[in-house]
């Protein structure tokens, strides 16, 4: 009796062992290829995503999107390393700069630069690029985008209620 309650328990473990959902698999996408834990059919966990020009990525990935703790290698081999956000790295440039490099495996990887919002958009960002003079400047989707803002914050500003006496 003993050893049949061992043998069932050794059993046990050894299924959930082989049963474990997390593997190292390698995954294809449009611009990339992604080797390390696959969950689900998913890259989840950690591993590596190859881009097509080169470059690569090291680190934590969630649900095929590269998100938390890893290093990123360009194609001509400059590092970037710390937290990403759903594939986006932000570089500090000064108080109201930023250049921000997205790294999706489906469409690529995209650098651009961003401009903090002032007064009721101050915790917004908004595309920009670097002219011929050095300065930032808004990239056309930067402003449509900032207006759109500017028109979602003063329809919020605005207040609903009107005052009136009652009786």
Request: charged share 25%; net charge positive; aromatic share 10%.
């Amino acid at each position: 009796m003993k050893l049949l309650k061992i043998l069932s328990t050794f059993s046990f473990v050894l299924f959930l062992i082989l049963s474990n959902n997390t593997h190292a698999e390698t995954l294809k996408f449009d611009s990339a290829t992604y080797e390390g834990e696959v969950k689900k059919g998913k890259a989840r966990g950690t591993g590596i995503f190859t881009f097509l020009d080169g470059s690569s990525y090291e680190g934590k990935v969630k649900n095929n999107k590269i998100h938390g703790k890893g290093k990123y290698t360009d194609s001509s081999g400059k590092v970037y390393e710390g937290k990403f956000t759903y594939g986006a790295f932000k570089i500090k440039i000064d108080k109201k700069t930023r250049d921000v490099i997205k790294l999706n495996p489906k469409k690529g990887i995209e650098s651009i630069s961003e401009i903090k919002g002032t007064g009721t958009l101050s915790s917004k960002w908004f595309e920009a690029k670097k002219n011929s003079s050095g300065t930032y400047k808004l990239t056309a989707k930067g402003t449509r985008d900032m207006a759109s803002a500017k028109a979602a914050a003063s329809g919020s500003d605005s207040s609903g209620s009107s005052s009136g006496s009652g009786c």
